[in-house]
C-alpha cells in the first residue's frame, strides 16, 4: 500500500527524495552540490505555506515526491508551480505521480491560488490531468498551466 503525506510529516524520507531530484535536475545548477539540494528540498517540509513537498511511501521507502512552490527559477513571474515530480523507475505506471500532482493542485487550492503552473518533459500526461499547453518553454520543455477548482467551505 502507498501512502501519500506532506514531507514535514514524514521528514525521514528527504535525503533520498533529494538524491533523486539532484541526480534528475542537478545539471541545472552545476554549483549546488547533493547537499544544497537537500537543504532547499528539506526546506519544503511546510504544512500550510508554500513551499511545501509532498512524498509517497511504501513500507518505509520512498517511492515518489512531488512539490508546490512559490516559483520554480527566481526569473518566474506567475505561480505556484508544480515542481520536483519523481517517482522512480520501478514504480511509474502505478499512478503516484497522479496522486501526487493532486495532492499539489488541492494544496494550492485550499491556500487560494486559482491556477497552477509547470513544465513538462512529458506533456501529454499532463494533458490528461487537465494541464493545457502555453506558448512558453522552459529548460526546453513546454510550459503549461491548470485553472484549479475552488476549495471545498471548510466546516
Excluded at 118 to 143: I, N, R
Amino acid at each position: 500500500m502507498t501512502n501519500f503525506e506532506k514531507l514535514a510529516l514524514a521528514p525521514e524520507f528527504a535525503p533520498e527524495c533529494a538524491s533523486w531530484l539532484y541526480i534528475e535536475w542537478g545539471y541545472r545548477n552545476p554549483a549546488a552540490t547533493l547537499a544544497d539540494v537537500t537543504q532547499r528540498f528539506l526546506a519544503r517540509a511546510n504544512v500550510d505555506k508554500v513551499p511545501i513537498a509532498f512524498v509517497a511511501h511504501q513500507g518505509g521507502k520512498p517511492v515518489g515526491t512531488a512539490s508546490l512552490v512559490a516559483k520554480e527559477d527566481l526569473s518566474d513571474t506567475y505561480g505556484p508551480w508544480v515542481a520536483s515530480v519523481f517517482v522512480p523507475e520501478g514504480y511509474r505506471g502505478m499512478g503516484i505521480a497522479r496522486q501526487l500532482i493532486k495532492m499539489a493542485e488541492s494544496e494550492a487550492a485550499n491556500l487560494g491560488f486559482p491556477k497552477v503552473w509547470l513544465s513538462a518533459a512529458v506533456p501529454m500526461m499532463y494533458e490528461k490531468l487537465g494541464y493545457q499547453l502555453t506558448d512558453q518553454v522552459k529548460h526546453g520543455e513546454p510550459v503549461m498551466v491548470k485553472r484549479l477548482s475552488s476549495p471545498k467551505p471548510r466546516d
